[in-house]
T-cell receptor, first 115, second 113 residues
Framework: DTEVTQTPKHLVMGMTNKKSLKCEQH?????MYWYKQKAKKPPELMFV???????INESVPSRFSPECPNSSLLNLHLHALQPEDSALYLCASSGLSTATNYGYTFGSGTRLTVV | EDKVVQSPLSLVVHEGDTVTLNCSYE??????LLWYKQEKKAPTFLFMLTSSGIEKKSGRLSSILDKKELSSILNITATQTGDSAIYLCAVEIRNNAGNMLTFGGGTRLMVKP
């Protein structure tokens, strides 16, 4: 299995809703990432989990709350989002040694629209 | 601050042309440079480069890293309309918190029939 699976693929939520994005990988990668990508812009790093511990938080607002229940799963909990948070949210994973020659593997993303 | 710059920003060519995309970087603790192709969804991995001067090839695509010049190029020969996409360069760095990617702004390639 060389995939990162993200669900849902599309999500429309109101500003008062609470929702979660899910990400799963079974490649044995011990680093997992959340990126946010706005239209016509490159992905921007939000969070990095290394061995299931949060190692990098790129000053992301608290309305985004990541969670790593185990080494294969990564969630992003959303609450009280703003319309400007509408974007493509990408999950990625990597082997910390980067010896696999696959580099980072990205999921297909969740396209989030906040109304 | 780590920086990755891609050029040109956009490019329009005709089928059969050869294109060269550029990526330059200024980072600390460089580990690798990666190229991705992005159409409508997630970036698709193309190459990972760690050693200077060794060309990596996949079909009509090839890439090489120059650590002395802190740069990389991505070549596409005999372009096809299916090559139309945004090409992203990313540099992997390692710091105390772990490994992370810094992306360039991308090159938008359009191949006309």
């Amino acid at each position: 299995d060389t995939e990162v699976t993200q669900t849902p693929k599309h999500l429309v939520m109101g500003m008062t809703n609470k929702k979660s994005l899910k990400c799963e990988q079974h490649m044995g990668h011990r680093a997992m990432y959340w990126y946010k990508q706005k239209a016509k812009k490159p992905p921007e790093l939000m969070f990095v989990y290394s061995y299931e511990k949060l190692s990098i938080n790129e000053s992301v607002p608290s309305r985004f709350s990541p969670e790593c229940p185990n080494s294969s799963l990564l969630n992003l909990h959303l609450h009280a989002l703003q319309p400007e948070d509408s974007a493509l949210y990408l999950c990625a994973s990597s082997g910390l040694s980067t010896a696999t020659n696959y580099g980072y593997t990205f999921g297909s993303g969740t396209r989030l629209t906040v109304v | 601050e780590d920086k990755v710059v891609q050029s040109p920003l956009s490019l329009v060519v005709h089928e059969g042309d050869t294109v060269t995309l550029n990526c330059s970087y200024e980072v600390t603790n460089f580990r690798s440079l990666l190229w991705y192709k992005q159409e409508k969804k997630a970036p698709t991995f193309l190459f990972m480069l760690t050693s200077s001067g060794i060309e990596k090839k996949s079909g009509r695509l090839s890439s090489i890293l120059d650590k002395k010049e802190l740069s990389s190029i991505l070549n596409i020969t005999a372009t096809q309309t299916g090559d139309s996409a945004i090409y992203l360069c990313a540099v992997e760095i390692r710091n105390n918190a772990g490994n992370m990617l810094t992306f360039g702004g991308g090159t938008r390639l359009m191949v006309k029939p």
